[in-house]
């Protein structure tokens, strides 16, 4: 077999690397894994195709991640139901600190939680927030590359991340305590 | 030294401290009173734990091996095709 061109290797040592994080993003926004594996399948071969427009050393993993989701919008989205749009600005859900602070300050009920319990309750924010969150909490980019990736100001990307975490967090306690892992608030 | 930030002003910074956005001047404020002050440092060790929760909990997630190779092979054709 012949040598991989100068293009295919800088693609592999630019590219692969991020293939856990792109795989982590599509099952977050599909929500199942066999579209998830579509959806990284295509990325790939979108990226490695305009693998020209990249310029080396950028940063590669936000340039993936906006071609995974722009295919994920354009080809993938419709094939979900997407959710009755609410006024999601106004959403204020409570801070969960105020209802643990006596009884578990640290949040060591967050750690009780079952690992599908928590991606359940990432899956069922609304797909806004929970894009947010994931780019930020689990993908560790920062407010301005999430602000380009998907095309909205710095404000809107903190706002959003703001109320998917009391909702996320609202959601968990509920859980929590349902489970037994900590102790309803008293009223 | 006087505080040069109050409660509210830290709970609003929270969010941005943790994800270091801060400028260093401000970071510099706002370590200065999650110092000084118990509850707000509470809560912002709270929301850290939670934090700490989520990232873990997220990198156990990888892609599947057999996503991994279907994808060489697809590049690998790809490249052949030119």
């Keep these: ?187 | 030294m006087t505080e040069k930030i109050n409660c509210k002003e830290a709970a609003d910074r929270l969010q941005d401290y943790l994800r270091q956005e801060l400028t260093p001047e401000l970071e510099e404020e706002m370590k200065a009173h999650i110092e000084r002050c118990r509850p707000c440092f509470e809560s912002a060790q709270f929301e850290r734990n939670f934090l700490i929760m989520l990232e873990t909990r997220a990198a156990r997630e990888c892609c599947p091996d057999k996503l991994r190779q279907r994808v060489l092979e697809l590049l690998r054709a790809e490249a052949r095709r030119g």
């Design chain 1, 1 to 187: 077999m012949a040598e991989p061109s100068a293009a295919v290797r800088t693609f592999d040592q630019e590219a692969l690397p991020h293939l856990d994080a792109l795989y982590r993003v599509a099952l977050r926004l599909t929500g199942d894994s066999t579209q998830a594996e579509d959806l990284v399948q295509d990325t790939m071969l979108k990226a490695y195709r305009s693998w020209h427009q990249y310029r080396p050393g950028t940063n590669a993993k936000g340039w993936l991640l906006t071609i995974l989701r722009n295919t994920f919008i354009n080809d993938y989205r419709r094939r979900k139901l997407e959710p009755v749009a609410m006024d999601l600005e106004a959403v204020e859900p409570h801070a969960i600190y105020r209802a643990v602070e006596v009884d578990d300050p640290e949040g060591t009920f967050f750690s009780k939680i079952v690992d599908e319990k928590v991606t359940e309750a990432i899956d069922a924010l609304p797909p806004d927030f929970r894009e947010v969150l994931v780019l930020s909490d689990i993908e560790g980019m920062r407010y301005a590359e999430i602000a380009e990736t998907i095309g909205v100001p710095v404000g809107t990307v903190k706002s959003r991340l703001f109320r998917a975490r009391r909702l996320l967090q609202t959601a968990l306690y509920a859980h929590a305590v349902e489970m037994g892992y900590i102790k309803p608030r008293e009223r």
